[in-house]
């Protein structure tokens, strides 16, 4: 099965209906998003989808159920998006570790 091309876009500036975040791109398969389009928010990981005007907006039950639910797509984003968290708790982790060893480890 060959993957769709994705592309970065920028859209209409609007804010994350869950989180308030300021957004104005866009990245995913095609030309962009048209109105429906679903959109996951780089800053709470909710879904919304592109309103009117492109402007974002949380997602009806109806939505939610038929389109977002078990959403193969979504979920395997959902996935990724867990995956990079992890790594970049890790990674601040690690840095702590190395600031508390250089604030700590003192020479004699």
């Known amino acids: 099965m060959k993957m769709p091309e994705y592309t970065s876009n920028l859209v209409v500036e609007s804010n994350c209906p869950y989180c308030d975040k300021k957004l104005d791109g866009a990245y995913g398969p095609g030309e962009g998003p048209t109105e429906g389009s679903l959109s996951i928010c780089i800053g709470c990981r909710n879904v919304s989808v592109f309103g009117e005007g492109l402007v974002l907006r949380k997602p009806t039950k109806t939505e939610m159920i038929e389109e977002i639910a078990g959403n193969p797509e979504i979920l395997d ?3 990724q998006f ?3 968290d992890e ?9 702590s570790e190395d600031e508390e060893v250089c604030l700590f480890g003192g020479t004699d």
């Open 87 to 95: 790594m970049k708790s890790l990674l601040n982790k690690e840095e």
């Open 82 to 84: 867990s995956q990079m």
């Open 77 to 79: 984003i959902m996935a």
